[in-house]
């Protein structure tokens, strides 16, 4: 489809503009228009390469005297370069596809452009005009059986550019002119009616039906738009269609599942539109699928699969294992790869081909690549010029000589077994008992107490060993080479290749924290509410003990000056731990508050983000994940702020990372806890709502496959049961990460018990992190409770809410960890400072104890410390 306009921009000129459309703006039009002069060939080349699925790049290169610039730039992904008479012949010659070349018009008069064009069915371009009626004259002489026709403005206005737009006509012009907020710019051209200038509608109330798909073109469903509608969602970046009953329609404004815009276009007949999207939360349709017409298929749902596994990698898993170990992942690829090339039936060949994806893939999300990046490649080499011959390389050609005799067949395969514990196809029983999700039970009467010990036990995590092994040389570099080194492995694991500064300073660009009003609303209760409960926590005074006449001791608290707080990113996006790590250090009086997240591909934080970093009054935000983040705040660089203390969740590499830098003492640095996967007990008797405890129990158990959720079912009869049981099965299969689920469910149990008193022993013994009290008089139950990371007290109190708004923290110990450590709080934050101070009536109190210990000690310093004073009293 041709381009509705065409913005161009100035790669001369590297000052932001102070109007017009910025690089979000751009993408959303799809198209861009770059002048290219002999100074800003290799500029034009980073550009190309930068822009890749941002949007199509049409460049005028009629200045440029070597073919060879020319057709460097078409290799490099142009869409189309804008081309003088010889350039074209030239490029003919070498056979460059002619869809790819525009002519740019020797003059304006009409005799000038009926020459230039005549014998081409080349697209043209006639720039710089001044005389619209000349232009509109030869348009309608040319008629509409034609190539595209590309136009430039002396000045451009409004009217004179829609009467181009009318006549099929591809306006250009220059960023800084156009606008996506015509109230706020308006004396700028509006994208949005030029983009609706051709539209056409046949419905009666003018509205225009709306494909709405995601980035690699799957529908996710048909809305209606109207120009209102468009503008809005220009203005916004968001997903705005227009409501036939109730106007405009924010999409997700209700249930939170926005859409970031990517683009919007007309379809051929200009009659129906495409908008282009980045679903958020749980899916495009109001029954929380990704699509209304179900779930995901294919490749597509295999990254959605994956990619919630990487958020939740799970230690010790066979998906961690490939995550996290590139030479498994390796020896996977090569395998199927070769056994895909042995395959020779149709059913093999197909067999083996789903396996060599599905390994591909998962090296793609290990790198934070996304199917829409491959087939973006994919798209940018189909128009390649420039084509290699093609051959194998020699080590593929003829397998390489053993230099041990051995031949590579007769070399052992490594057996990888998937754990138990992840469902790998639908027919894996892991989390089933006769088909349904079902947890184990034990009826603790009928069982030793050992073996309750046993069930007990949490699934088993793997040697850190390795994941250290990774991790040092990583610190080591950054501690030596600084930012240069951060930046250096921000774009090899992150793909953030556009990055030149690898911390974004305070104070944040209003732009960088665009975000939904509903968004905003949520975070700012959280914020308060989480804000209330730590400045609930502050000492209102310092301890003062006069522990015998003249010996007075005494401890008051001050902040820790300088904390960091790592908060995970890539795919993931979660404000709730900015807030969780940044309220209580802002509250504890922290001076410097330095957040760390790793950013996007296109090397952005998220604007959920960046708000709550604004709001915790973060000095900056490191741009950096994994050990490199957690070096950068131990040891500082040139731009990132050395830290006292780093706080926050993360893999296994950052728990590494912090367990490392904490033992160093040149680094200076504490952490908050271990980490451990997520868990719940749930303690239950015959008062509680089945459905209720399901649901809290499903809540962890979709963290990742070694979560362990425990159900203490106190005195239930086995309908009681069974109506749990019942429910957690039909929920669970309801979740779009019901695999996950399972993995979970797998190693999880139910234990049926007489007494809350033998429950609540229970609870203890295990030391969970979560606890929800679904039993009567729950709030009295409180008094048994002596390990737990945090508490959820009557059956109106989900484990949610904690993790999200209630007020408490929801960073805990897990593991067991409960029986030694709080959970984060504004304790961590803060550290206590003791004072001595006597008189000589205390010193002659206190004084020959003092003495008397220090010789036994045999510490005579010690000793003369205080016989010195006692002289001269």
Same mark, same amino acid.
């Given at each position: 489809?041709?381009?509705?306009?065409?913005?161009?921009?100035?790669?001369?000129?590297?000052?932001?503009?102070?109007?017009?459309?910025?690089?979000?703006?751009?993408?959303?039009?799809?198209?861009?228009?770059?002048?290219?002069?002999?100074?800003?060939?290799?500029?034009?080349?980073?550009?190309?390469?930068?822009?890749?699925?941002?949007?199509?790049?049409?460049?005028?290169?009629?200045?440029?005297?070597?073919?060879?610039?020319?057709?460097?730039?078409?290799?490099?992904?142009?869409?189309?370069?804008?081309?003088?008479?010889?350039?074209?012949?030239?490029?003919?010659?070498?056979?460059?596809?002619?869809?790819?070349?525009?002519?740019?018009?020797?003059?304006?008069?009409?005799?000038?452009?009926?020459?230039?064009?005549?014998?081409?069915?080349?697209?043209?371009?006639?720039?710089?005009?001044?005389?619209?009626?000349?232009?509109?004259?030869?348009?309608?002489?040319?008629?509409?059986?034609?190539?595209?026709?590309?136009?430039?403005?002396?000045?451009?206005?409004?009217?004179?550019?829609?009467?181009?737009?009318?006549?099929?006509?591809?306006?250009?012009?220059?960023?800084?002119?156009?606008?996506?907020?015509?109230?706020?710019?308006?004396?700028?051209?509006?994208?949005?009616?030029?983009?609706?200038?051709?539209?056409?509608?046949?419905?009666?109330?003018?509205?225009?039906?709306?494909?709405?798909?995601?980035?690699?073109?799957?529908?996710?469903?048909?809305?209606?738009?109207?120009?209102?509608? #468009?503008?809005?969602?220009?203005?916004?970046?968001?997903?705005?269609?227009?409501?036939?009953?109730?106007?405009?329609?924010?999409?997700?404004?209700?249930?939170?599942?926005?859409?970031?815009?990517?683009?919007?276009?007309?379809?051929?007949?200009?009659?129906?539109?495409?908008?282009?999207?980045?679903?958020?939360?749980?899916?495009?349709?109001?029954?929380?699928?990704?699509?209304?017409?179900?779930?995901?298929?294919?490749?597509?749902?295999?990254?959605?699969?994956?990619?919630?596994?990487?958020?939740?990698?799970?230690?010790?898993?066979?998906?961690?294992?490939?995550?996290?170990?590139?030479?498994? =992942?390796?020896?996977?690829?090569?395998?199927?790869?070769?056994?895909?090339?042995?395959?020779?039936?149709?059913?093999?060949?197909?067999?083996?081909?789903?396996?060599?994806?599905?390994?591909?893939?998962?090296? &793609?999300?290990?790198?934070? #690549?996304?199917?829409?990046?491959?087939?973006?490649?994919?798209?940018?080499?189909?128009?390649? #010029?420039?084509?290699?011959?093609?051959?194998?390389?020699?080590?593929?050609?003829?397998?390489?000589?053993?230099?041990?005799?051995?031949?590579?067949?007769?070399? @052992?395969?490594?057996?990888?077994?998937?754990?138990?514990?992840?469902?790998?196809?639908?027919?894996?029983?892991?989390?089933?008992?006769?088909?349904?999700?079902?947890?184990?039970?034990?009826?603790?009467?009928?069982?030793?107490?050992?073996?309750?010990?046993?069930?007990?036990?949490?699934?088993?995590?793997?040697?850190?060993?390795?994941?250290?092994?990774?991790?040092?040389?990583?610190?080591?570099?950054?501690?030596?080479?600084?930012?240069?080194?951060?930046?250096?492995?921000?774009?090899?694991?992150?793909?953030?290749?556009?990055?030149?500064?690898?911390?974004?300073?305070?104070?944040?660009?209003?732009?960088?924290?665009?975000?939904?009003?509903?968004?905003?609303?949520?975070?700012?209760?959280?914020?308060?509410?989480?804000?209330?409960?730590?400045?609930?926590?502050?000492?209102?005074?310092?301890?003062?003990?006069?522990?015998?006449?003249?010996?007075? &001791?005494?401890?008051?608290?001050?902040?820790?000056?300088?904390?960091?707080?790592?908060?995970?990113?890539?795919?993931?996006?979660?404000?709730?731990?900015?807030?969780?790590?940044?309220?209580?250090?802002?509250?504890?009086?922290?001076?410097?508050?330095? =957040?760390?997240?790793?950013?996007?591909?296109?090397?952005?934080?998220?604007?959920?983000?960046?708000?709550?970093?604004?709001?915790?009054?973060?000095?900056?935000?490191?741009?950096?994940?994994?050990?490199?983040?957690?070096?950068?705040?131990?040891?500082?660089?040139?731009?990132?702020?050395?830290?006292?203390?780093?706080?926050?969740?993360?893999?296994?590499?950052?728990?590494?990372?912090?367990?490392?830098?904490?033992?160093?003492?040149?680094?200076?640095?504490?952490?908050?806890?271990?980490?451990?996967?997520?868990?719940?007990?749930?303690?239950?008797?015959?008062?509680?709502?089945?459905?209720?405890?399901?649901?809290?129990?499903?809540?962890?158990?979709?963290?990742?496959?070694?979560?362990?959720?425990?159900?203490?079912?106190?005195?239930?009869?086995?309908?009681?049961?069974?109506?749990?049981?019942?429910?957690?099965?039909?929920?669970?299969?309801?979740?779009?990460?019901?695999?996950?689920?399972?993995?979970?469910?797998?190693?999880?149990?139910?234990?049926?018990?007489?007494?809350? @008193?033998?429950?609540?022993?229970?609870?203890?013994?295990?030391?969970?992190?979560?606890?929800?009290?679904?039993?009567?008089?729950?709030?009295?139950?409180?008094?048994?409770?002596?390990?737990?990371?945090? #508490?959820?007290?009557?059956?109106?109190?989900?484990?949610?809410?904690?993790?999200?708004?209630?007020?408490?923290?929801?960073?805990?110990?897990?593991?067991?960890?409960?029986?030694?450590?709080?959970?984060?709080?504004?304790?961590?934050?803060?550290?206590?400072?003791?004072?001595?101070?006597?008189?000589?009536?205390?010193?002659?109190?206190?004084?020959?104890?003092?003495?008397?210990?220090?010789?036994?000690?045999? =510490?005579?310093?010690?000793?003369?410390?205080?016989?010195?004073?006692?002289?001269?009293?």
């Amino acid at each position: 489809m041709p381009p509705a306009l065409l913005a161009s921009i100035d790669l001369a000129n590297n000052t932001a503009p102070s109007r017009g459309l910025d690089a979000q703006a751009l993408s959303f039009i799809g198209k861009v228009f770059v002048r290219v002069t002999p100074d800003t060939v290799d500029q034009t080349l980073a550009h190309l390469q930068q822009s890749v699925g941002r949007y199509a790049n049409y460049l005028g290169v009629a200045s440029l005297s070597s073919i060879d610039d020319v057709v460097s730039l078409l290799d490099a992904g142009a869409a189309k370069v804008f081309v003088t008479r010889q350039q074209l012949d030239q490029l003919l010659s070498l056979q460059i596809d002619q869809n790819r070349l525009v002519l740019a018009l020797p003059g304006n008069t009409k005799e000038e452009i009926i020459e230039a064009i005549g014998g081409t069915q080349v697209d043209v371009y006639s720039h710089q005009v001044t005389d619209i009626e000349l232009v509109e004259a030869w348009l309608k002489e040319y008629g509409t059986d034609r190539p595209e026709v590309f136009v430039s403005f002396a000045t451009p206005d409004l009217d004179s550019v829609l009467r181009i737009s009318k006549l099929s006509a591809i306006p250009i012009l220059p960023a800084p002119w156009l606008t996506v907020d015509a109230q706020k710019e308006a004396s700028l051209l509006s994208v949005g009616k030029l983009l609706m200038a051709n539209a056409t509608s046949d419905r009666p109330d003018g509205l225009f039906s709306t494909i709405v798909t995601d980035e690699r073109g799957v529908a996710l469903g048909l809305v209606y738009s109207s120009e209102e509608s #468009v503008a809005e969602s220009l203005r916004t970046g968001r997903g705005v269609y227009q409501s036939r009953k109730r106007g405009l329609w924010y999409k997700g404004e209700s249930s939170g599942d926005v859409q970031e815009l990517v683009s919007i276009s007309l379809d051929c007949d200009n009659d129906c539109l495409r908008f282009v999207v980045r679903q958020k939360g749980r899916g495009f349709c109001h029954l929380a699928t990704p699509t209304c017409f179900g779930g995901y298929t294919g490749l597509s749902r295999l990254q959605q699969t994956l990619q919630s596994r990487k958020a939740s990698a799970p230690t010790g898993s066979y998906t961690a294992r490939l995550f996290n170990d590139p030479q498994l =992942l390796r020896a996977k690829i090569l395998e199927e790869a070769t056994e895909l090339c042995d395959a020779t039936s149709k059913e093999h060949v197909a067999f083996e081909a789903a396996d060599l994806l599905y390994f591909a893939l998962t090296k &793609c999300v290990a790198s934070g #690549v996304s199917l829409e990046d491959v087939e973006r490649n994919l798209d940018a080499k189909s128009i390649k #010029v420039k084509r290699r011959k093609g051959d194998a390389k020699p080590a593929f050609v003829k397998p390489p000589a053993s230099t041990n005799g051995a031949t590579n067949d007769s070399l @052992e395969k490594e057996v990888v077994k998937e754990a138990a514990s992840i469902p790998k196809t639908k027919d894996d029983p892991a989390g089933l008992q006769n088909g349904r999700i079902f947890m184990k039970r034990y009826i603790t009467a009928r069982e030793t107490p050992q073996s309750i010990q046993a069930v007990l036990q949490r699934p088993s995590q793997r040697s850190s060993d390795k994941i250290i092994a990774i991790c040092q040389p990583i610190i080591e570099s950054v501690k030596s080479r600084g930012d240069a080194a951060v930046l250096e492995y921000t774009h090899k694991f992150e793909k953030a290749t556009s990055l030149t500064s690898p911390v974004l300073k305070a104070p944040f660009h209003e732009s960088l924290m665009q975000l939904a009003p509903e968004t905003i609303k949520a975070i700012d209760i959280s914020f308060e509410n989480i804000r209330k409960f730590h400045a609930a926590q502050k000492e209102d005074k310092p301890l003062v003990v006069e522990t015998m006449p003249g010996v007075v &001791c005494s401890r008051f608290s001050r902040p820790i000056e300088r904390v960091g707080l790592y908060v995970p990113g890539g795919t993931a996006v979660l404000p709730s731990t900015a807030l969780m790590l940044g309220v209580p250090a802002l509250v504890a009086g922290c001076k410097k508050i330095v =957040l760390a997240s790793p950013p996007r591909a296109d090397g952005s934080i998220t604007p959920e983000i960046v708000y709550a970093a604004h709001k915790v009054g973060a000095e900056a935000i490191v741009l950096a994940g994994g050990a490199q983040a957690v070096a950068a705040l131990a040891y500082g660089t040139e731009s990132i702020s050395k830290v006292d203390k780093i706080l926050g969740p993360g893999n296994q590499f950052v728990t590494a990372a912090k367990m490392i830098v904490s033992n160093d003492t040149n680094a200076g640095v504490s952490i908050d806890m271990p980490a451990g996967p997520s868990e719940v007990l749930v303690v239950a008797d015959a008062s509680a709502n089945p459905a209720f405890v399901a649901s809290d129990l499903l809540s962890q158990a979709e963290h990742g496959v070694d979560s362990q959720v425990i159900l203490i079912a106190v005195g239930l009869s086995e309908t009681q049961l069974t109506a749990i049981e019942d429910e957690l099965h039909a929920q669970a299969n309801a979740l779009p990460r019901v695999d996950i689920v399972r993995g979970a469910i797998e190693h999880s149990i139910t234990l049926v018990v007489d007494t809350i @008193e033998e429950g609540m022993r229970l609870s203890n013994q295990y030391a969970p992190e979560h606890l929800i009290l679904q039993v009567e008089n729950s709030e009295s139950i409180v008094d048994y409770v002596e390990n737990a990371g945090s #508490v959820f007290i009557g059956q109106w109190t989900p484990e949610s809410v904690g993790d999200y708004s209630a007020g408490v923290n929801h960073s805990l110990p897990t593991f067991g960890y409960a029986k030694q450590y709080s959970g984060v709080n504004l304790g961590s934050y803060i550290k206590h400072i003791t004072s001595s101070n006597l008189t000589k009536e205390g010193l002659r109190n206190v004084g020959g104890a003092v003495m008397e210990l220090a010789r036994v000690e045999e =510490l005579e310093a010690h000793r003369r410390a205080v016989s010195l004073r006692l002289g001269f009293l």
